[in-house]
Structures are given as C-alpha cells and as structure tokens.
C-alpha cells in the first residue's frame, strides 16, 4: 500500500477535512518553506504543518504559530509545482482556529481580525486604535492592564500616542481585500 492510501484510508479528522481536501496532491517538496518570508519566525515550517494537516494531527498544527504568521504574500502558492491554494489554506485554518472553543486561539484570531480590519480601514497599522478595539473585542479589562507597562514604555519613547494621527480614510485597498476574499472564496 503506497503512502497515498494509507492517507485516504485514515479516518477524516472534521476540523481540518477542508484543509486537507485542498492540499491533498501536496508531494512535500519543500517550496512553500523555501518561498516564505515568514518561515525563519515559525515554529514550523509550512512544509512541516502540511504534513501534520495531511496525517490529522489537529492538536500539533493549532498549537503551532505557524499559520497565524503568514502573511497572506502569495509566494508559496504562486511556486508550488502542484499549483496548490496554499495561502487560501493558511487562512483556513486561521478561521478553523478562532472558530474553534480553545480560549488562546480565539484570542489570537480575534487579535488577527482586528488587526486586518485596522489595516482596510486605514491602509496601514495604526497602533492605538489597534489595540484599543482588540481590547474591546477581547472584553477584557485586564489584559488591558497586561499591555499597559509596555504601552507607557512605547508612549515615553514616542513610538505611540493616546490618539492616532487624523488620516483620511483609506478606500483604495477595498479591491485588494474583495479579490482576497474572492480567491479564498469568501461572500
């Protein structure tokens, strides 16, 4: 029996069968690692959680961070061999993870909403406003009160301020994120 069948033969592990549905021809070669820019900060390589995706090991993939640090650039699914939907797999799995009952990870996906809400509205970070609304959506007081030595550190520096800079906003990157969401085939 080739290795192929003892994939196909293994009980479907729900969480991750859409993942595994769109990375299954994945032959393991190692592209998608070599064309990360992010792949020297994970604490796995890309080619790495495919495998564990492809076996169902559900627990070792959303304990990773690998997926949370993609950073949707397009380069590993432009330069698989298999012309696999990579990055629409990698957000996946990040909207697996924050649907998912485990506390830690639907903080993260909350953190990671936020944050691209914050870049479609004003084309770049805005650091305050960032992290004021991830406190909201959080409903936390007291992570908060965890940020707050390294906010007045950041504010003594002058590396952030209680209110953000007025910019306009920005409306040119709607087409960016509604092609986005066309190709990961999102409404």
Excluded at 5 to 21: D, K
Excluded at 91 to 103: T, Y
Excluded at 112 to 131: A, I, K
Aim: glycine share 6%; net charge positive.
């Amino acid at each position: 029996m080739t290795r192929t069948a003892i994939l196909v033969t293994q009980e479907p592990h729900s969480a991750l069968e859409p993942v595994r549905e769109m990375i299954s021809a994945c032959m393991q070669c190692g592209t998608c690692s070599a064309s990360c820019p992010n792949a020297e900060a994970m604490d796995m390589s890309p080619r790495r959680m495919w495998r564990l995706t492809l076996l169902g090991q559900q627990e070792q993939v959303f304990a990773s961070t690998a997926f949370w640090l993609c950073s949707n650039c397009y380069s590993c699914s432009l330069r698989c061999p298999r012309g696999l939907p990579l990055t629409r797999a990698m957000n996946a799995l990040k909207r697996i993870a924050a649907q998912g009952g485990d506390k830690a990870l639907a903080r993260k996906g909350a953190f990671y909403r936020t944050f691209m809400d914050n870049v479609r509205r004003h084309g770049r970070v805005q650091e305050t406003e960032l992290m004021q609304r991830w406190f909201l959506a959080m409903k936390s007081p007291a992570l908060a009160m965890q940020f707050a030595p390294l906010g007045l550190k950041l504010m003594a520096k002058g590396k952030v301020h209680l209110t953000a800079p007025h910019a306009p906003e920005v409306t040119s990157l709607e087409p960016l994120f509604h092609k986005a969401a066309e190709m990961e085939g999102q409404p």
